[in-house]
Every structure is written in C-alpha cells, then in structure tokens.
C-alpha cells in the first residue's frame, strides 16, 4: 500500500524558512515525477514544484527563487526548502507522485499546515 506522508510545517513569522519533508513507502519512486502542491482556504489547489527522476524541476512563479525542491531516491524522500515565507503563503502543503516520470498525479499525501504570521 503506498503511502506519502508529509511532515515540517508549521506556524512561522513573515521572512522566515521551512523545510517540509514527504517520505513515499510501499512502493518504487525513483521513477516518478515527485511534486508539492499546496491550497489555501476558499481557494482551488495549486502546483507549487515538482522535481522529476532525472532531476528536472519546476516551479510556480509565485514561489520560484524562494523555493527549492529536492529529492534523495535513497530514502523516497522528497523536501520543499521554503525561504522568505510571507503570509501569502499560508495553506495545507500536499506531496504527490506520479506512477511514471510525466505521468499524471495518482498518488497524495495527507497534508501538512503552513502557517506565516505577519
């Protein structure tokens, strides 16, 4: 049974740094595509970053610069390094992955809660 489970948020000031953390288990995901999604109260979800098998990343414009996304294939592991937090950025960070690398989403997270104080 795959699982990703998020973890690293929290409540944090305006201009400070999260790393959130998604561990992937039951499964194989040195293939699949690994992304962050995140979706504020009242608002659609969105993407935030993805990082492909490879390497190859992707991100949102409202975060590129602040945000680093990364991947240790070792340990299933995929993190969101978060700088420079504005309050913008308050929402339930979901981890997400793919079956194959550019393949559709087909797999979620549950969810960790990131909140900026201004």
Request: positive net charge; charged residues 15%; proline residues 2%.
């Amino acid at each position: 049974q795959v699982q990703l489970v998020e973890s690293g948020g929290g409540l944090v000031q305006a201009g400070d740094s999260l790393r959130l953390s998604c561990v992937a288990s039951g499964g194989t995901f040195s293939s699949s595509t690994m992304g962050w999604f995140r979706q504020a109260p009242g608002k659609e979800r969105e993407s935030v970053a993805e990082i492909t098998r490879s390497g190859g990343t992707w991100y949102a414009a409202s975060v590129k610069g602040r945000f680093t996304i990364s991947r240790d294939n070792a340990k299933n592991t995929v993190y969101l390094q978060m700088n420079s937090l504005s309050p913008e950025d308050t929402a339930v960070y979901y981890c997400a992955a793919t079956l194959v690398s550019g393949g559709k989403y087909v797999y979620w997270g549950q969810g960790t809660q990131v909140t900026v104080s201004s």
